[in-house]
């Protein structure tokens, strides 16, 4: 059972730099999301989809992008990556009021 | 919007000590809640969970109640093992929104 696989586990990048951090998963969810995690801050949404090609805004979007052009992919972008973005990313997926399932992360580091 | 709060830690226990981690919440509709739990290194699990009012959620010894009078959903466990030394988080759920509190890191000595 694969679950939610998140790629890669680990991440530096340089100010400017562009990545995309993968999520797949293959439960045939519906609902798709991004959080990050920062020390004393929880998790924090940054996207979310509800099915192929419907994204939308979390609380913290600014500096990345999101596409669903799946039910099972949701990458998340940034754009130029900045020394505030490095967290650890959080990949989930859900149906309805069930519990969501997670990745098991990505640790990015912006030097 | 939908918000939880959850007693800040961390917290320190010794082995078979009583374990209570305070969740509140503020939602608008009728959510779901959970309790996740995070090991060093992984992400984070389903612990239990509550879909509505006066549900209890239970699991490995860890129970909550689902309070809608006095909005609240914490967690306890009757004797602390080693073995539950991890992040704890509180969250609702009103699909698509999924909303967590900050988390509790407990420590569990022997």
């Known amino acids: 059972n694969a679950g939610v696989t998140q790629t890669p586990k680990f991440q530096v990048l340089k100010t400017g730099q562009s990545m995309t951090l993968q999520c797949a998963q293959d439960m045939n969810h519906e609902y798709m999301s991004w959080y990050r995690q920062d020390p004393g801050m929880g998790l924090r949404l940054i996207h979310y989809?509800?099915?192929?090609?419907?994204?939308d805004q979390g609380e913290v979007p600014n500096g990345y992008n999101v596409s669903r052009s799946t039910t099972e992919d949701f990458p998340l972008r940034l754009l130029s990556a900045a020394p505030s973005q490095t967290s650890v990313y959080f990949c989930a997926s859900s149906s309805g009021h069930i519990e969501a399932f997670f990745g098991q992360g990505t640790r990015l580091t912006v030097v | 919007g939908d918000s939880v709060t959850q007693m800040e830690g961390p917290v320190t226990l010794s082995e078979e000590a009583f374990l209570t981690i305070n969740c509140t919440y503020t939602a608008t509709g009728y959510p779901s809640l959970f309790w996740y739990v995070q090991y060093p290194g992984e992400g984070l699990q389903l612990l239990l969970k509550?879909?509505?009012?006066?549900d209890k959620g239970s699991n490995k010894g860890f129970e909550a109640t689902y309070r809608k009078e006095t909005t609240s959903f914490h967690l306890e466990k009757g004797s602390v093992q080693v073995s539950d030394s991890a992040v704890y988080f509180c969250a609702l759920s009103d699909p698509p929104d999924m909303r967590f509190g900050a988390g509790t890191r407990l420590t569990v000595k022997p």
């Open positions: 509550a879909t509505k009012a006066d």
């Open positions: 989809s509800v099915g192929a090609g419907i994204t």
